[in-house]
Nanobody
């Protein structure tokens, strides 16, 4: 079994900051790319940021310069530092990872359960 467990969501005022964490655990051989997505009510899930195992990053245009994704490979953990948050960024934030389980050579895509981020105006 492989699971992703997120933490760090909550309520923050506009302009404030939050840091999300997501740890992958279970029968893992290798964790490849990890990332964060978000889904606001009535909207489609969208990519926020993604990071490869080598540290290459990709961001949605709307968060560039304000959000920073990073990871701790030995801990199989990815972080999302979110600064200057806006009310329209209220959403459920989901962790996502491409993981090779210990029992096989193939990579699978996993999702966390999501963590609520609410930005008040």
């Amino acid at each position: 079994q492989v699971q992703l467990v997120e933490s760090g969501g909550g309520l923050v005022q506009a302009g404030g900051s939050l840091r999300l964490s997501c740890a992958a655990s279970g029968s893992i051989r290798r964790v490849n790319a990890m990332g964060w997505y978000r889904q606001a009510p009535g909207k489609q899930r969208e990519l926020v940021a993604r990071i490869t195992s080598g540290g290459s990053t990709d961001y949605a245009d709307s968060v560039k310069g304000r959000f920073t994704i990073s990871r701790d490979n030995p801990k199989n953990t990815v972080y999302l530092q979110m600064n200057s948050l806006k009310p329209e960024e209220t959403a459920v934030y989901y962790c996502n990872a491409d993981i090779v389980p210990s029992w096989g050579p193939f990579e699978f895509n996993y999702w966390g359960q999501g963590t609520q981020v609410t930005v008040s105006s």
